[in-house]
């Protein structure tokens, strides 16, 4: 390829990103401007003046840094607890034969085609049976158990029926009973797709709405989502440049987790494709 070629392809690309990334430069901006700046029309890529009281006042508002803590826990836990149970369940689909193997398969993919909104009076009313309203509890067990961790498992089912069949076969000679060669040789193997499992999962967590509105009453026990809506002013309305500050800082860890772990992302979705 010319240098002529990369450089009017680099050009169209960049013009292609102003789209997304518009909106991100715009909320970060203007969570340093007052807000008689924040609407101005047209409006200004770069503050004229910079004031950063909105940060201080996300944390005085509420209990943002413990909210902070509520959905990085939360998001951890969830995305170790999927990864567990998509890879038990993904390899027990792709290697081990059973009568209504498919069929089974097949009910569990139709969790994916149930809307959370149909399940969350049912959960709801299981869930306080259970005196586990207004705790976390729901906001784990729900996405390891739930719609998320069917994708997960239809992800890793692929990525393990495209690993070839000698490789268990050398662990048998070794020894190896199913589930040595579950932990031994298909789980390192699959790294590509536990890298694509964790960004979908953490993100799935991190950005949880209407089940913590649900499930919670108690601020200190709020998930971000949750919180970004409490920041009001004196008359009821948003808070835009301390809404602005806390969206801010919310993305930060979605943007982390992306950027490191774009390759296994990418090579995740790469290697499950779409094979058996």
């Known amino acids: 390829m010319s240098r002529k070629t990369k450089t009017v392809m680099y050009g169209l690309l960049c013009v292609l990103a102003i ?4 909106p991100t ?14 609407f101005r029309f047209p409006p200004s890529l770069i503050p004229t003046h910079v004031d950063v009281s909105a940060y201080r006042q996300v944390f ?4 943002f840094a413990q909210q902070y803590l509520n959905s990085m826990y939360i998001a951890i836990v ?3 607890g999927t990864l567990a149970v998509s890879s038990l369940a993904g390899y027990a689909f792709a290697r081990i034969r059973f009568r209504g193997q498919n069929a089974l398969f097949l009910l569990v993919l ?7 909104e149909v399940t969350i009076v049912p959960l709801f009313q299981m869930f306080q049976r259970w005196h586990m309203i ?41 020894g190896l009973g199913r589930l040595g060669l579950y932990w031994k040789v298909a789980l390192p193997l699959s790294r ?10 953490f993100l799935h967590s991190w950005n949880l709405y209407l089940e913590p509105i649900v499930f919670l009453s108690t601020p200190s026990k709020f998930t971000l989502p949750q919180a970004l809506t409490q ?34 992302f990418i090579e995740g979705l790469a290697h499950t494709g779409l094979k058996g």
């Not at 430069?25 to 924040?38: L, N, Y």
């Not at 005085?60 to 209990?63: C, H, K, L």
């Not at 590509?192 to 999962?201: C, D, M, Q, W």
């Open 25 to 38: 430069w715009w909320m970060v901006t203007s969570s340093v401007k007052p807000v008689s700046e924040v």
């Open 110 to 116: 139709t969790g994916l085609l149930v809307p959370s």
């Open 231 to 264: 920041f009001v002013d004196a008359y009821g309305g948003p808070a835009w440049n301390v809404q602005l500050s806390a969206a801010t800082l919310t993305a930060i860890p979605v943007l982390a987790v992306f950027v490191v772990a774009q390759r296994q």
């Open 19 to 22: 789209p997304f990334v518009f």
């Open 78 to 80: 969830c995305t170790i």
């Open 134 to 174: 207004d705790t976390h509890w729901p906001l784990i067990l729900v996405p390891i158990f739930g719609a998320p961790s069917v994708l997960a498992t239809f992800i890793m089912r692929q990525f393990f029926i495209a690993l070839p069949a000698e490789l268990e076969e050398a662990g048998r000679i070794d």
């Open 60 to 63: 005085e508002a509420q209990p």
């Open 192 to 201: 590509p797709a536990l890298g694509a499992v964790s960004i979908f999962t």
